[in-house]
């Protein structure tokens, strides 16, 4: 994979200034497009390869029918300052002809008047076209809009209202603006914002992007930031698709799992995990990846970031960042100042500061860094600092892993395990923490009840889950009981008295299905076997399977963890 990670916009964007250009206090929002249309159609001059469109009213729905010309359409209210909105204008860079239903209007050449629809219906057909929208700043341009781009590479925007979007084939660039709107890329490299500018009221959106490489909730035209606001769906469809909040200075949670809880807190966005490059946002945020390849990148703040399984791209960029890999072969980078890097099985590369897309000064290289690549497994390679930087890093590894003392890459304290340091898979929760010391770490770790077993995932500083075969001595069996309606996660282990929420859920059928949820508490210095009871519809959801993709989040105190765990399916 590519990282496809967006450039932050200067932090000042100057708008052209046009003698053409209606003022500030009298027109609120305008599209880049647009404003190119509308000079045209003030100073007469029409594009040499502009085509006109025909416009009629019937039903109570205006249809703009344009042709496979350059089409550049401006919709708007008529009279002083847009106030008549009992009426539309339709205006195009070439002229608009009128058609049943609709006059010729009294404002500059080739505008189509129309009584006001109940929705706007724009097949703009081949071509690079565009249509857009003037809204005075006392009338609010309502109309459902749904327009069709066609092939060409295409701007389509939207207004106030409700508004559907298609972009058809090319590189499209879509934005909803204010409303519930529905955004569709299709096939290209396209573009889909659904709100536009930090004033836009913004609205609960769909944006899908179809097939290519598309980029959500970006920077385009004049450079106003997309708001972001409501409660918003995002779906990547095939090719490397790309969102970040890195518009927010809050903090944010996203989980790649397709369930409405993404973004900040109280927010229900919902980001689908074929959006393989994600980014977070200026404050603390907690990102957790999908079962695929991702690329995820924190940001600003103290942010902890968990790839789960695939052949992941971590990286923390600014602040003291929490990085677990988890399964396969990752490359991790911390980023500037302090971080702790993670690597769990597979072949991991490690960079501490510097990385081949650091952005990090000599200054910001912290040399307080911790890798943890003690799982057992040869890692592909541990750098800490480069030549001349200090050397203060710490590394705890196996026997066998790329790491040196001296030279670029140094690290400075080297531990080298004696046996595997229990990665349990890459089972490190969002949040967590590996290490010797830690319940269950392996060797140099600490004890409470004897048991053995794999460490599948840390909850807090005060719980661990375990997992072994199920006989004497051992956690117990991660495993489905369809005749006993039973899942066992396997063992929590406590050295304090610990309350934990445990909810699982599968994936069937494009839908997440509980499979149950339990609320249960580990005595201090002591064990208990985790078992979850299945619902009926969960027990459906396993029927058939051999072999399922068990997502569970445990709730401890105030804060909520996430595991993927691959567990079989038995009678």
């Known amino acids: 994979m590519t990282p496809s990670r967006p450039a932050p916009p200067p932090a000042t964007r100057v708008r052209p200034a046009r003698a053409d250009r209606p003022s500030r206090t009298t027109r609120r929002r305008l599209s880049v497009t647009c404003a190119t249309v509308l000079g045209v159609s003030l100073i007469g001059a029409a594009s040499a390869h502009a085509g006109p469109v025909t416009v009629g009213y019937a039903g109570g729905v205006v249809t703009i029918t344009g042709d496979a010309a350059v089409n550049h359409v401006l919709l708007s209210h008529p009279g002083p300052s847009n106030g008549d909105t009992t009426k539309i204008l339709v205006s195009d860079g070439d002229g608009a002809t009128p058609g049943v239903g609709c006059v010729a209007g009294d404002g500059f050449t080739g505008d189509v008047e129309c009584p006001r629809p109940t929705k706007i219906v724009a097949h703009l057909g081949d071509g690079d076209d565009s249509i857009g929208v003037y809204e005075d700043a006392d009338h609010d341009f309502t109309v459902p809009i749904e327009a069709y781009g066609g092939n060409g590479d295409d ?40 709100d536009f500018g930090t004033s836009s009221p913004g609205g609960d959106d769909l944006l899908d992007g179809g097939a290519g490489d598309d980029e959500f909730e970006q920077y385009v035209g004049f450079g106003s930031p997309a708001s972001l606001a409501g409660d918003d769906t995002y779906i990547g469809g095939p090719g490397n698709d790309s969102f970040s909040y890195f518009h927010r200075a809050d903090a944010v949670s996203i989980t ?25 946002s200026a404050g603390d945020d907690v990102i957790v990846g999908s079962p695929g390849d991702d690329i995820l990148w924190g940001g ?22 929490t990085i677990d890999g988890g399964p396969g072969a990752d490359r991790i980078a911390g980023g500037c100042m302090s971080d702790v890097l993670i690597g769990g099985p597979g072949a991991d590369r490690f960079y501490s500061d510097a990385s081949p897309l650091s952005t990090c000064g000599f200054a910001l290289r912290s040399p307080l860094d911790r890798i943890e690549a003690a799982d057992g497994e040869k890692d592909a390679l541990i750098f800490c600092q480069e ?13 066998n892993d790329p790491v040196t003392s001296s030279g670029p890459g140094a690290c400075g304290t080297i531990n080298v395990a004696v046996a595997p340091g229990g990665g ?26 004897p048991l053995k077993g794999k460490r599948r995932a840390r909850l807090g500083k ?15 069996k991660q495993a489905i009981s369809r005749r006993k309606k039973r899942l066992t996660l396997g063992t929590l282990r406590a050295t304090k008295k610990t309350k934990v929420t445990v909810t699982s859920t599968v994936r069937r059928r494009g839908r997440t299905v509980t499979l149950g949820r339990v609320v249960t ?16 519809k969960g027990l459906r ?12 989040t445990f709730k401890v105190g105030k804060r909520t963890y996430a595991k993927t765990f691959r567990i079989s399916v038995g009678r």
Request: aromatic share 0%; hydrophobic share 30%; no cysteine.
């Open 462 to 476: 005060t719980l661990v889950l375990l997992t072994g075969n199920g006989r004497k001595g051992q956690a117990a």
């Open 387 to 399: 030549t001349g930087d200090p050397a203060g890093d710490v590394a705890n590894v196996d026997a």
């Open 155 to 194: 701007v389509l925007d939207g207004a106030s209202g409700p508004d559907e979007l298609h972009g058809g084939d090319g590189d499209d660039q879509l934005t909803g603006r204010g409303g519930d709107d529905r955004l569709y890329g299709e096939n290209g490299d396209d573009t889909l914002n659904g």
């Open 424 to 449: 349990g898979g890459g089972g490190n929760p969002v949040g967590g923490d590996a290490g010797a010391g830690d319940p269950g770490a392996g060797a140099g770790g600490a004890t409470t009840t």
């Open 541 to 552: 959801a396993v029927k058939k399977a051999k072999k399922v993709s068990v997502r569970t």
């Open 300 to 321: 600003d703040g103290d942010d902890v970031i968990h790839g789960l399984a695939g052949d992941d791209q971590l990286s923390g960029d600014d602040g003291d960042d």
């Open 521 to 536: 508490t580990v005595k201090a210095e002591s064990t208990k076997t985790l078992n979850v009871r299945i619902g009926a």
């Open 256 to 280: 790649l799992d397709g369930i409405a809880d993404d973004g900040m807190a109280g927010e229900a966005d919902n980001i689908h995990p074929d959006i393989e490059t994600v980014g977070g």
